[in-house]
């Protein structure tokens, strides 16, 4: 019955953004000549919207009505050309080409995965390729709308961005996130602003547990694709000495356990030592002959990243993320992400 109602749903939204797809392109091919600059004055803007309201009914306001216009300029080249063809033709010619119709249609069924409110809120967003990024994302995760919203503001796309190289950016716009090496998991810094702890209250390491616990949901949509949760102080024992590892996940993607300490101090090389013993022992007693590699991960308020490196082995599989507890500034992260860009010298495509 769920499933029933969320279907219904979904062609419910579908079919509104592919009417409001229809709405913008007859204003822009219609009344604009097809020009993107076009001018078209808020007087006419304005009686469309009333005209639409009276036809239709609620859905057809002033903004929301340039908002059509503007969905069908930012996305009619990414429809393929059967629009394009259909765009010249005059209404009743359309009309007559029923089957044409029906097949642009299902195209613009299946290229219209978001709800119009979730279109809404992309146009905002100026940067094509960052657009380009969270709708890919929001349709492969089913993002709500608020979900969507909280990725943006928490800066998801620069904070992925900032680990790779020039080739991985255009990547992250082309396909989204893909992950398909331990280092492709990673964000850093990992925003967990959700979790309700102040950063000027003091907490422990047990209470940053608990309140993860708490939002666990929250918490595996922070971490990424294909996480699932397995177990809190997962223990472990050799020569009567017993051992407590803070989270345990497993990654579907990668096929591989998810080791995850919490340190709300600086880190320290015996944090990373012990780290490395709990990923030898899955390595060695718990994960399967086809599993890969385990991972661990140290979420630290703090670290020093030469401390890291002269500690840990090459190849390790250990990796120490910071954390905060506040949304970062959208425009900082945008900021490092241009200075990044201006250094970073580009990367030869593959061949």
Known sequence: MQSARRAAAQNVNTLQVITNFEIGRRIVEHEQKGSRKAEYGERIVRELSHRLTEELGRGFSK???????RFYLEYRETVPQIAQTLSGQSPDNVAANAPIQQTLSATLT???????SHYVFLLTISNRDERRFYEIEAKENQWSLSELKRQFNSGIYERLALSRDKKGVRALAQKGHVIEKPGDLLKD??????????????YSESD????IIDKLGAFLLELGKGFLFEARQKRFTFDADNFFVDLVFYN???RCYVLIDLKIGKLTHENLGQMQMYVNYYNREVKLDDENPTIGIILCKTKNDALVNLTLPEN?????PQYQLYLPSKE??????????ERAPDTPEAT
Do not use: H, Q
């Open 316 to 320: 390790a599989n250990i990796y120490a």
């Open 332 to 341: 900082e992260l945008k900021k490092k992400l241009m200075e990044w860009s």
């Open 252 to 254: 579907r993607i990668l």
């Open 110 to 116: 299946t290229r219209f995965a978001l709800s119009w």
């Open 208 to 211: 940053l547990e608990s309140a």
């Open 63 to 69: 903004s929301n009505v340039e908002y059509m216009r």
């Open 189 to 202: 810094p990992y925003i967990l602003e959700f979790l309700g702890l102040n950063e000027e209250t003091r």
